[in-house]
Every structure is written in C-alpha cells, then in structure tokens.
C-alpha cells in the first residue's frame, strides 16, 4: 500500500531534501518550517535558504501550522535533535 500523503517536519537542508525526493515520487507532500517567517520566505520564492539554487517542487505545500500533519499518511520527522522531544510532543494528540 503506497503512502501518498506525506508530511515532512522540519524545513531544513534535509528536510527540504526529503520533500523534494517524495513530490518528485508523485507524493502530495507538507512541508513544515518551525519559524513562519521562514515558511513564507520558502513559500513565496519556493528556494530554501539552506539549499541555495535548488528550486522547490511546486506540489509541496510549505506551512508553519503542525495540524498539516493530522491528514497525513506518513510524517518524516526531520528537526534539529535539541527540537526532537518538544515537535513530538506538539504532534501527539
């Protein structure tokens, strides 16, 4: 059974990676950035600060709301370690 929607947490380098690699599979990916200002930025120039001249896929939805995750099939949790324990607890219901 193939996951389709996926929803990746974090914005960064790998993260962004992550979500590059499953729109490009024909996933319907989310990408969470913790820092809104951040999001808008990838959202509006669709380029990640982290991965300069890589433009990202226009089927990635970039948000800084974690609820994007709740329609998820799969979520790739992709944060800093020092973020792990407080996304994942943000997450859980």
Known sequence: MPL???????????????????????REVSLWEYDKANADHLDKNRESKFLPGVKLDRAITVTADLTSA????????????????????????
């Open 4 to 26: 389709n929607r996926i929803a990746v947490l974090g914005g960064g380098a790998w993260g962004t990676a992550l979500a590059q690699t499953c729109a490009r599979a024909g």
């Open 70 to 93: 709740a329609s998820a099939e799969a979520i790739l949790l992709v944060v800093p370690a020092q973020a792990m324990r407080a996304t994942c607890q943000a997450i859980v219901p």
